[in-house]
Protein backbone atom coordinates (compact mmCIF):
# COMPACT_ATOMS: atom_id res chain seq x y z
CA UNK A 1 0.00 0.00 0.00
CA UNK A 2 0.86 3.13 -0.27
CA UNK A 3 3.56 4.16 3.12
CA UNK A 4 5.76 7.14 4.25
CA UNK A 5 9.30 6.70 3.87
CA UNK A 6 9.88 9.48 6.33
CA UNK A 7 7.47 9.49 9.33
CA UNK A 8 7.83 11.54 12.51
CA UNK A 9 7.80 9.12 15.64
CA UNK A 10 4.42 9.65 16.79
CA UNK A 11 2.56 9.02 12.98
CA UNK A 12 5.13 5.58 12.73
CA UNK A 13 3.36 4.46 15.81
CA UNK A 14 -0.25 5.36 15.12
CA UNK A 15 -0.04 4.58 11.69
CA UNK A 16 2.61 1.64 11.29
CA UNK A 17 3.49 0.50 7.23
CA UNK A 18 2.29 -3.56 6.99
CA UNK A 19 5.64 -3.85 5.09
CA UNK A 20 8.10 -1.87 6.98
CA UNK A 21 8.03 -0.84 10.71
CA UNK A 22 10.30 2.10 9.89
CA UNK A 23 7.18 3.81 7.47
CA UNK A 24 3.96 5.25 8.11
CA UNK A 25 0.77 4.07 6.27
CA UNK A 26 -1.93 6.51 6.57
CA UNK A 27 -4.81 4.31 5.63
CA UNK A 28 -4.75 1.39 3.10
CA UNK A 29 -5.94 1.89 -0.80
CA UNK A 30 -10.06 1.68 -1.10
CA UNK A 31 -12.56 1.93 -3.34
CA UNK A 32 -13.09 5.37 -4.50
CA UNK A 33 -9.00 6.43 -4.23
CA UNK A 34 -6.90 7.08 -7.07
CA UNK A 35 -4.29 5.70 -8.84
CA UNK A 36 -2.09 7.96 -10.29
CA UNK A 37 0.14 6.28 -13.51
CA UNK A 38 3.46 7.68 -14.49
CA UNK A 39 3.10 6.05 -18.17
CA UNK A 40 6.17 7.75 -19.99
CA UNK A 41 3.89 10.32 -21.61
CA UNK A 42 3.96 14.24 -21.01
CA UNK A 43 0.29 13.93 -20.13
CA UNK A 44 -0.21 11.35 -17.13
CA UNK A 45 -3.65 9.14 -15.98
CA UNK A 46 -5.63 9.01 -12.59
CA UNK A 47 -7.51 5.81 -12.35
CA UNK A 48 -10.37 5.48 -10.08
CA UNK A 49 -9.78 2.14 -8.30
CA UNK A 50 -13.32 0.05 -7.97
CA UNK A 51 -12.31 -3.02 -5.75
CA UNK A 52 -9.30 -3.69 -3.77
CA UNK A 53 -8.15 -7.47 -3.09
CA UNK A 54 -5.02 -8.54 -0.90
CA UNK A 55 -3.00 -11.31 -2.11
CA UNK A 56 -0.65 -11.49 1.29
CA UNK A 57 2.67 -10.37 1.94
CA UNK A 58 1.69 -6.56 1.32
CA UNK A 59 0.39 -7.12 -2.35
CA UNK A 60 -2.58 -6.41 -3.43
CA UNK A 61 -4.86 -6.52 -6.35
CA UNK A 62 -6.64 -3.39 -7.83
CA UNK A 63 -9.39 -3.37 -10.25
CA UNK A 64 -9.48 0.49 -11.50
CA UNK A 65 -11.25 2.29 -14.50
CA UNK A 66 -9.21 4.26 -17.33
CA UNK A 67 -10.63 7.04 -18.39
CA UNK A 68 -12.60 8.64 -15.36
CA UNK A 69 -10.69 12.26 -15.69
CA UNK A 70 -11.36 14.88 -18.20
CA UNK A 71 -7.91 14.28 -19.48
CA UNK A 72 -9.27 10.16 -20.63
CA UNK A 73 -7.35 7.25 -21.22
CA UNK A 74 -3.64 7.74 -22.07
CA UNK A 75 -1.17 5.30 -23.95
CA UNK A 76 -0.12 2.82 -21.38
CA UNK A 77 3.09 0.85 -22.21
CA UNK A 78 4.82 -1.67 -20.61
CA UNK A 79 6.76 -0.64 -17.28
CA UNK A 80 3.89 1.63 -15.85
CA UNK A 81 4.26 2.82 -12.07
CA UNK A 82 1.40 3.58 -10.05
CA UNK A 83 1.12 6.39 -7.40
CA UNK A 84 -1.72 6.13 -4.61
CA UNK A 85 -3.79 9.86 -4.74
CA UNK A 86 -6.04 11.65 -3.66
CA UNK A 87 -10.04 10.56 -4.94
CA UNK A 88 -9.75 14.03 -6.68
CA UNK A 89 -10.73 14.31 -10.39
CA UNK A 90 -8.15 16.79 -11.14
CA UNK A 91 -5.26 15.39 -9.70
CA UNK A 92 -2.01 15.76 -11.58
CA UNK A 93 1.52 15.97 -10.46
CA UNK A 94 2.41 18.62 -12.46
CA UNK A 95 -0.31 21.22 -11.55
CA UNK A 96 -3.06 20.09 -8.93
CA UNK A 97 -1.29 17.49 -6.25
CA UNK A 98 1.76 15.85 -6.05
CA UNK A 99 1.04 11.98 -4.30
CA UNK A 100 1.86 12.67 -0.57
CA UNK A 101 0.93 16.17 -0.40
CA UNK A 102 -2.08 18.29 -0.49
CA UNK A 103 -3.66 17.54 3.05
CA UNK A 104 -4.34 19.70 6.14
CA UNK A 105 -6.04 18.28 9.40
CA UNK A 106 -6.75 20.49 12.31
CA UNK A 107 -4.90 20.23 15.83
CA UNK A 108 -7.89 20.67 18.02
CA UNK A 109 -10.36 18.02 15.80
CA UNK A 110 -10.28 14.91 17.90
CA UNK A 111 -11.39 13.03 15.11
CA UNK A 112 -8.24 14.01 13.01
CA UNK A 113 -9.76 13.78 9.95
CA UNK A 114 -7.71 14.76 6.67
CA UNK A 115 -8.87 17.06 4.47
CA UNK A 116 -7.37 16.96 0.85
CA UNK A 117 -6.79 20.68 -0.38
CA UNK A 118 -5.64 20.17 -4.47
CA UNK A 119 -3.19 22.77 -5.87
CA UNK A 120 -1.96 24.35 -2.38
CA UNK A 121 1.09 22.57 -2.56
CA UNK A 122 2.05 22.77 -6.17
CA UNK A 123 4.39 25.51 -5.53
CA UNK A 124 5.98 26.99 -2.26
CA UNK A 125 3.66 28.56 -0.10
CA UNK A 126 2.76 30.76 2.83
CA UNK A 127 0.41 31.01 5.43
CA UNK A 128 -0.66 34.29 6.55
CA UNK A 129 -3.07 36.56 8.79
CA UNK A 130 -6.16 38.11 6.45
CA UNK A 131 -7.15 42.03 7.26
CA UNK A 132 -10.39 41.05 8.47
CA UNK A 133 -10.36 38.84 12.02
CA UNK A 134 -10.55 35.20 11.67
CA UNK A 135 -9.55 35.08 7.92
CA UNK A 136 -6.19 34.18 6.58
CA UNK A 137 -4.18 34.50 3.35
CA UNK A 138 -3.19 31.89 1.56
CA UNK A 139 -0.36 31.90 -1.32
CA UNK A 140 1.47 30.73 -3.58
CA UNK A 141 3.76 32.54 -7.16
CA UNK A 142 1.10 33.62 -9.09
CA UNK A 143 -2.01 32.97 -7.07
CA UNK A 144 -3.64 34.19 -3.37
CA UNK A 145 -6.94 33.05 -1.43
CA UNK A 146 -7.53 36.11 -0.05
CA UNK A 147 -8.96 37.06 3.14
CA UNK A 148 -11.16 33.83 3.89
CA UNK A 149 -11.35 31.85 7.44
CA UNK A 150 -9.32 28.74 6.56
CA UNK A 151 -11.88 26.06 7.03
CA UNK A 152 -13.55 27.75 4.00
CA UNK A 153 -10.73 27.51 1.90
CA UNK A 154 -9.67 24.09 1.87
CA UNK A 155 -10.67 22.14 -0.66
CA UNK A 156 -12.40 25.12 -2.81
CA UNK A 157 -9.96 24.39 -5.71
CA UNK A 158 -8.71 27.78 -5.61
CA UNK A 159 -11.79 28.65 -7.46
CA UNK A 160 -12.30 32.45 -6.37
CA UNK A 161 -7.91 33.19 -5.80
CA UNK A 162 -6.82 35.83 -7.25
CA UNK A 163 -5.03 35.62 -9.64
CA UNK A 164 -1.39 37.83 -10.35
CA UNK A 165 0.80 38.01 -13.23
CA UNK A 166 4.37 38.69 -13.60
CA UNK A 167 4.06 41.82 -15.51
CA UNK A 168 5.74 43.45 -18.84
CA UNK A 169 6.98 46.97 -19.64
CA UNK A 170 6.16 48.51 -22.98
CA UNK A 171 4.64 45.23 -23.92
CA UNK A 172 7.55 43.16 -23.47
CA UNK A 173 7.67 40.36 -20.84
CA UNK A 174 10.81 39.04 -21.28
CA UNK A 175 11.60 35.48 -20.70
CA UNK A 176 13.66 33.60 -17.96
CA UNK A 177 12.94 30.48 -15.51
CA UNK A 178 12.20 31.90 -11.96
CA UNK A 179 11.51 30.40 -8.76
CA UNK A 180 9.34 32.22 -5.91
CA UNK A 181 9.03 32.11 -2.21
CA UNK A 182 6.19 33.94 -1.21
CA UNK A 183 6.26 35.15 2.59
CA UNK A 184 3.45 36.55 4.61
CA UNK A 185 4.69 36.77 8.02
CA UNK A 186 3.69 39.92 9.02
CA UNK A 187 1.06 38.31 11.00
CA UNK A 188 1.01 41.04 13.46
CA UNK A 189 0.78 44.18 10.89
CA UNK A 190 -2.36 46.45 11.01
CA UNK A 191 -4.86 45.36 8.37
CA UNK A 192 -3.45 47.97 5.76
CA UNK A 193 -0.56 45.75 5.75
CA UNK A 194 -2.18 42.37 5.20
CA UNK A 195 -2.79 43.09 1.63
CA UNK A 196 0.26 41.84 0.23
CA UNK A 197 3.32 38.92 0.15
CA UNK A 198 7.04 39.46 0.08
CA UNK A 199 8.39 37.36 -2.87
CA UNK A 200 11.55 36.30 -4.06
CA UNK A 201 12.32 35.77 -7.74
CA UNK A 202 15.40 34.27 -8.35
CA UNK A 203 16.47 32.90 -11.37
CA UNK A 204 16.30 29.49 -10.75
CA UNK A 205 14.59 26.26 -12.42
CA UNK A 206 11.55 24.39 -10.50
CA UNK A 207 13.96 21.88 -9.41
CA UNK A 208 15.08 22.10 -6.33
CA UNK A 209 18.64 20.68 -5.89
CA UNK A 210 20.37 23.19 -3.82
CA UNK A 211 23.23 25.86 -3.72
CA UNK A 212 26.33 25.59 -6.07
CA UNK A 213 24.47 23.33 -8.17
CA UNK A 214 24.74 24.12 -11.86
CA UNK A 215 20.85 25.07 -13.19
CA UNK A 216 19.58 25.55 -16.54
CA UNK A 217 17.73 28.77 -16.50
CA UNK A 218 16.93 29.86 -20.33
CA UNK A 219 17.51 28.62 -24.01
CA UNK A 220 20.36 30.58 -25.89
CA UNK A 221 22.41 29.84 -28.79
CA UNK A 222 26.35 30.65 -28.52
CA UNK A 223 29.84 29.79 -29.37
CA UNK A 224 32.85 31.33 -29.10
CA UNK A 225 34.31 33.70 -31.75
CA UNK A 226 37.46 31.78 -33.58
CA UNK A 227 40.78 33.56 -32.99
CA UNK A 228 39.46 34.46 -29.60
CA UNK A 229 40.20 33.30 -25.67
CA UNK A 230 37.26 34.48 -24.40
CA UNK A 231 35.02 36.09 -26.68
CA UNK A 232 31.48 34.90 -27.65
CA UNK A 233 29.28 35.27 -30.07
CA UNK A 234 25.27 35.15 -29.04
CA UNK A 235 23.00 34.36 -32.02
CA UNK A 236 19.79 33.90 -30.18
CA UNK A 237 19.21 34.85 -26.21
CA UNK A 238 16.76 33.94 -23.81
CA UNK A 239 13.36 36.48 -24.44
CA UNK A 240 15.03 37.65 -27.36
CA UNK A 241 16.06 41.40 -28.62
CA UNK A 242 13.86 44.45 -27.92
CA UNK A 243 16.19 46.94 -26.90
CA UNK A 244 14.36 50.16 -27.08
CA UNK A 245 11.59 48.62 -24.57
CA UNK A 246 13.62 46.37 -21.89
CA UNK A 247 17.45 46.51 -21.63
CA UNK A 248 19.39 42.96 -22.13
CA UNK A 249 21.25 41.58 -19.43
CA UNK A 250 24.16 39.85 -19.16
CA UNK A 251 26.36 37.64 -16.71
CA UNK A 252 28.73 34.39 -16.42
CA UNK A 253 29.66 32.84 -12.87
CA UNK A 254 29.12 35.55 -10.57
CA UNK A 255 29.97 38.77 -12.47
CA UNK A 256 27.66 40.63 -13.67
CA UNK A 257 28.89 42.25 -17.06
CA UNK A 258 29.03 45.38 -18.46
CA UNK A 259 27.04 47.21 -21.43
CA UNK A 260 29.33 48.59 -23.86
CA UNK A 261 27.39 48.96 -26.98
CA UNK A 262 27.38 51.55 -29.48
CA UNK A 263 27.58 52.91 -33.22
CA UNK A 264 31.50 52.38 -33.13
CA UNK A 265 32.05 49.43 -35.82
CA UNK A 266 35.02 46.98 -35.81
CA UNK A 267 36.30 44.56 -33.22
CA UNK A 268 34.87 46.19 -30.05
CA UNK A 269 34.42 43.54 -27.81
CA UNK A 270 38.38 41.18 -27.75
CA UNK A 271 40.02 39.70 -25.59
CA UNK A 272 41.22 43.23 -23.92
CA UNK A 273 37.88 43.90 -22.70
CA UNK A 274 36.95 41.42 -20.08
CA UNK A 275 33.41 40.84 -18.40
CA UNK A 276 32.28 43.81 -20.91
CA UNK A 277 29.38 43.18 -23.56
CA UNK A 278 27.51 44.74 -26.78
CA UNK A 279 24.43 44.92 -28.71
CA UNK A 280 24.37 44.62 -32.41
CA UNK A 281 21.96 46.84 -33.56
CA UNK A 282 23.27 47.84 -37.33
CA UNK A 283 25.49 45.25 -38.89
CA UNK A 284 29.72 45.84 -38.19
CA UNK A 285 28.91 47.19 -34.60
CA UNK A 286 30.25 44.79 -31.68
CA UNK A 287 32.41 43.12 -33.49
CA UNK A 288 33.62 43.25 -37.30
CA UNK A 289 30.95 41.42 -39.90
CA UNK A 290 28.11 41.39 -37.23
CA UNK A 291 24.61 40.74 -37.71
CA UNK A 292 21.95 42.84 -36.08
CA UNK A 293 20.40 41.47 -32.52
CA UNK A 294 23.61 39.29 -31.97
CA UNK A 295 25.28 40.01 -28.59
CA UNK A 296 29.01 39.88 -27.86
CA UNK A 297 30.54 38.93 -24.79
CA UNK A 298 33.89 38.90 -23.55
CA UNK A 299 34.22 36.04 -20.57
CA UNK A 300 37.68 35.46 -19.24
CA UNK A 301 37.82 31.33 -18.68
CA UNK A 302 34.30 31.31 -20.16
CA UNK A 303 32.63 27.58 -20.67
CA UNK A 304 30.01 26.79 -23.27
CA UNK A 305 26.74 24.84 -22.13
CA UNK A 306 26.50 21.85 -24.30
CA UNK A 307 22.71 22.19 -23.55
CA UNK A 308 23.22 25.86 -24.74
CA UNK A 309 21.52 27.13 -21.63
CA UNK A 310 22.07 30.05 -19.40
CA UNK A 311 23.11 28.67 -15.96
CA UNK A 312 22.77 30.06 -12.87
CA UNK A 313 23.10 28.66 -8.83
CA UNK A 314 26.43 28.50 -9.51
CA UNK A 315 29.72 30.07 -8.67
CA UNK A 316 32.40 27.66 -9.62
CA UNK A 317 32.68 28.53 -13.75
CA UNK A 318 31.88 31.28 -16.25
CA UNK A 319 29.37 30.29 -18.16
CA UNK A 320 28.12 33.32 -20.06
CA UNK A 321 23.93 34.29 -20.25
CA UNK A 322 22.50 37.28 -22.06
CA UNK A 323 18.58 37.56 -21.76
CA UNK A 324 15.88 39.91 -21.23
CA UNK A 325 14.45 40.00 -18.01
CA UNK A 326 10.96 39.45 -16.95
CA UNK A 327 10.37 42.92 -14.87
CA UNK A 328 10.43 40.71 -11.86
CA UNK A 329 13.72 38.54 -12.58
CA UNK A 330 16.55 38.47 -9.58
CA UNK A 331 14.17 40.55 -7.71
CA UNK A 332 12.19 40.63 -4.24
CA UNK A 333 9.46 42.02 -4.50
CA UNK A 334 5.80 43.25 -2.76
CA UNK A 335 2.86 41.98 -4.84
CA UNK A 336 -1.05 43.57 -3.66
CA UNK A 337 -2.74 40.40 -3.20
CA UNK A 338 -6.45 42.18 -2.39
CA UNK A 339 -7.31 42.01 -5.86
CA UNK A 340 -6.80 40.19 -9.38
CA UNK A 341 -3.74 41.23 -10.89
CA UNK A 342 -3.31 39.17 -14.40
CA UNK A 343 -1.45 41.73 -16.04
CA UNK A 344 1.05 42.12 -13.10
CA UNK A 345 0.88 46.01 -12.42
CA UNK A 346 -0.27 45.77 -8.70
CA UNK A 347 3.87 44.97 -7.07
CA UNK A 348 6.72 46.88 -6.60
CA UNK A 349 10.50 46.29 -6.31
CA UNK A 350 12.30 46.12 -3.38
CA UNK A 351 16.19 44.96 -3.74
CA UNK A 352 18.39 42.15 -4.72
CA UNK A 353 19.82 41.24 -1.84
CA UNK A 354 23.59 43.20 -3.07
CA UNK A 355 23.53 40.39 -5.37
CA UNK A 356 22.27 40.21 -8.98
CA UNK A 357 21.36 37.75 -12.02
CA UNK A 358 22.14 34.10 -11.59
CA UNK A 359 24.00 34.95 -8.44
CA UNK A 360 21.08 33.92 -5.81
CA UNK A 361 21.36 30.39 -5.07
CA UNK A 362 17.94 28.24 -4.82
CA UNK A 363 15.64 28.10 -1.76
CA UNK A 364 16.74 32.01 -0.95
CA UNK A 365 13.87 33.80 0.50
CA UNK A 366 13.08 37.52 1.80
CA UNK A 367 10.80 36.92 5.09
CA UNK A 368 8.95 39.90 6.31
CA UNK A 369 9.11 40.65 10.23
CA UNK A 370 5.82 40.51 12.10
CA UNK A 371 4.97 44.09 11.93
CA UNK A 372 5.83 44.03 8.16
CA UNK A 373 8.21 47.06 8.35
CA UNK A 374 11.36 45.18 7.72
CA UNK A 375 12.36 42.20 6.08
CA UNK A 376 15.36 39.56 6.33
CA UNK A 377 17.10 37.35 3.66
CA UNK A 378 20.58 35.98 3.15
CA UNK A 379 23.27 37.79 0.92
CA UNK A 380 25.39 35.66 -0.91
CA UNK A 381 29.34 35.86 -0.98
CA UNK A 382 28.68 40.11 -0.33
CA UNK A 383 31.76 41.51 -1.69
CA UNK A 384 33.30 37.75 -2.79
CA UNK A 385 34.03 36.74 1.34
CA UNK A 386 31.04 35.42 2.93
CA UNK A 387 27.25 35.09 3.13
CA UNK A 388 25.57 37.14 5.39
CA UNK A 389 21.94 38.37 7.00
CA UNK A 390 20.27 41.79 4.83
CA UNK A 391 18.15 43.22 6.86
CA UNK A 392 15.72 45.93 4.48
CA UNK A 393 13.52 48.27 5.60
CA UNK A 394 9.72 48.11 4.34
CA UNK A 395 8.16 51.21 3.00
CA UNK A 396 4.10 51.86 4.06
CA UNK A 397 1.97 49.87 1.22
CA UNK A 398 0.43 52.38 -0.69
CA UNK A 399 -3.12 52.77 -0.81
CA UNK A 400 -4.68 51.14 -3.83
CA UNK A 401 -6.82 54.52 -4.91
CA UNK A 402 -3.49 56.59 -4.82
CA UNK A 403 -1.91 54.22 -7.52
CA UNK A 404 -3.74 55.71 -10.71
CA UNK A 405 -0.59 55.83 -12.95
CA UNK A 406 0.07 52.52 -15.74
CA UNK A 407 3.95 52.28 -14.88
CA UNK A 408 4.23 49.49 -17.04
CA UNK A 409 4.73 51.80 -20.14
CA UNK A 410 6.65 55.00 -21.34
CA UNK A 411 4.91 57.73 -19.46
CA UNK A 412 4.91 60.21 -22.22
CA UNK A 413 6.34 64.13 -21.32
CA UNK A 414 4.50 66.52 -23.05
CA UNK A 415 6.86 69.52 -24.54
CA UNK A 416 5.82 72.63 -25.79
CA UNK A 417 7.36 74.56 -28.03
CA UNK A 418 6.50 77.85 -29.33
CA UNK A 419 6.33 79.30 -33.00
CA UNK A 420 9.19 81.14 -34.67
CA UNK A 421 8.84 81.65 -38.70
CA UNK A 422 12.85 80.98 -38.87
CA UNK A 423 13.06 77.57 -36.91
CA UNK A 424 10.92 75.33 -39.37
CA UNK A 425 12.05 71.86 -37.02
CA UNK A 426 12.25 70.72 -33.67
CA UNK A 427 13.52 67.83 -31.95
CA UNK A 428 14.11 66.69 -28.19
CA UNK A 429 17.39 64.71 -27.14
CA UNK A 430 16.81 62.84 -23.52
CA UNK A 431 18.26 60.34 -21.70
CA UNK A 432 19.07 59.43 -17.88
CA UNK A 433 22.29 60.14 -15.89
CA UNK A 434 22.34 56.75 -14.93
CA UNK A 435 24.00 56.10 -18.73
CA UNK A 436 26.17 59.29 -18.81
CA UNK A 437 26.53 62.94 -18.56
CA UNK A 438 23.52 65.07 -18.56
CA UNK A 439 24.85 66.35 -22.20
CA UNK A 440 24.88 62.74 -23.33
CA UNK A 441 20.96 62.20 -23.57
CA UNK A 442 21.58 58.65 -23.21
CA UNK A 443 18.32 56.54 -22.54
CA UNK A 444 19.88 53.36 -22.29
CA UNK A 445 23.22 51.61 -21.59
CA UNK A 446 24.43 51.98 -25.26
CA UNK A 447 26.12 55.50 -25.91
CA UNK A 448 24.38 57.34 -28.31
CA UNK A 449 21.91 60.11 -28.09
CA UNK A 450 18.24 59.52 -28.13
CA UNK A 451 16.07 61.35 -30.10
CA UNK A 452 12.07 61.30 -30.25
CA UNK A 453 10.24 59.71 -33.17
CA UNK A 454 7.22 62.32 -33.21
CA UNK A 455 4.57 60.98 -36.11
CA UNK A 456 6.83 57.68 -36.04
CA UNK A 457 6.53 56.70 -33.20
CA UNK A 458 5.37 53.26 -32.82
CA UNK A 459 5.15 50.35 -29.62
CA UNK A 460 8.16 48.99 -31.72
CA UNK A 461 10.16 52.39 -32.22
CA UNK A 462 9.21 54.62 -29.24
CA UNK A 463 12.30 56.58 -30.05
CA UNK A 464 15.02 56.58 -32.29
CA UNK A 465 18.97 56.44 -32.19
CA UNK A 466 20.23 60.03 -33.06
CA UNK A 467 22.49 57.56 -35.85
CA UNK A 468 19.29 55.64 -37.15
CA UNK A 469 17.43 58.95 -37.58
CA UNK A 470 17.41 62.81 -36.64
CA UNK A 471 14.08 63.09 -35.30
CA UNK A 472 13.34 66.20 -36.40
CA UNK A 473 9.62 67.45 -36.70
CA UNK A 474 7.63 70.33 -38.61
CA UNK A 475 7.57 72.74 -35.85
CA UNK A 476 7.22 76.55 -37.61
CA UNK A 477 3.69 77.02 -36.07
CA UNK A 478 4.71 75.80 -32.75
CA UNK A 479 4.41 72.49 -32.07
CA UNK A 480 3.58 69.29 -28.79
CA UNK A 481 6.85 66.75 -28.51
CA UNK A 482 5.92 63.97 -26.60
CA UNK A 483 9.13 61.93 -24.69
CA UNK A 484 8.33 58.35 -23.83
CA UNK A 485 10.20 58.09 -20.28
CA UNK A 486 10.71 56.00 -18.19
CA UNK A 487 8.65 55.87 -14.88
CA UNK A 488 10.72 56.44 -11.58
CA UNK A 489 13.30 58.08 -13.02
CA UNK A 490 15.06 61.83 -13.45
CA UNK A 491 14.50 62.61 -16.81
CA UNK A 492 17.07 65.15 -18.93
CA UNK A 493 16.39 66.50 -22.48
CA UNK A 494 17.26 69.34 -24.27
CA UNK A 495 14.79 70.98 -26.96
CA UNK A 496 16.64 72.02 -30.80
CA UNK A 497 15.50 73.98 -33.60
CA UNK A 498 16.67 73.39 -37.03
CA UNK A 499 16.36 76.61 -39.29
CA UNK A 500 15.70 76.73 -43.15
CA UNK A 501 19.16 75.75 -44.27
CA UNK A 502 19.34 72.76 -41.95
CA UNK A 503 21.17 74.39 -39.25
CA UNK A 504 20.72 72.88 -35.77
CA UNK A 505 20.57 75.21 -32.87
CA UNK A 506 21.30 73.27 -29.82
CA UNK A 507 18.22 73.41 -26.56
CA UNK A 508 20.10 73.37 -23.38
CA UNK A 509 19.67 70.33 -20.91
CA UNK A 510 16.51 70.70 -18.58
CA UNK A 511 15.35 68.52 -16.09
CA UNK A 512 11.81 66.50 -14.68
CA UNK A 513 10.89 63.88 -12.54
CA UNK A 514 8.93 61.16 -14.34
CA UNK A 515 6.37 59.91 -11.53
Not at 29 to 55: F, H, M, Q, W
Not at 416 to 431: D, E, H, M, P, Y
Not at 461 to 479: A, L, V
Request: hydrophobic letters at 35%; proline letters at 8%.
Amino acid sequence: MACSHMPNAAEKLKWPCETNPAWSELQKVAPGDGLYVLNGRTTVETLLVISVKSLGAGNYEFTAVRGTTQKGAQAAPTGWTAYAVPPLTDCNAGQSCTPGQGFWFKVTDTTFKWRADPRAFSGHSDLGNGPKPGTSNYCFTGVCRYNVPFDQQIGDQFATAKLLGDGSFAGVAGKVTMQGYPSLHQVNAPPTEQVWMANYRHLNPSFGAGAEVASPVGTVAYGLVPGTRGVYKFTSISGDVHYKQVPVIAYAGYHLLKEISSPATGDIITDSTPWKYCVVLKAGECRSGSAVNEVYVSVPQGLIDSSQNCISNWYDDNYPCVFTPPAKAGFIVQEGISKDDPNGTNWRRITMGLSGYGRQYEFATFIPDPTGSWGFTQGYWLDGVRNDLLIAKLPPWPNPQEVTVNRTNFIPQSVQIGANQNLTGARVRFGYTENGNVNDFFCTARQEACVTAGSASSAATPYWFIGENQGWQPCTSGCTISVPAIPGRVLFYAVDRQDGAGNTIPGTPQVVVVR
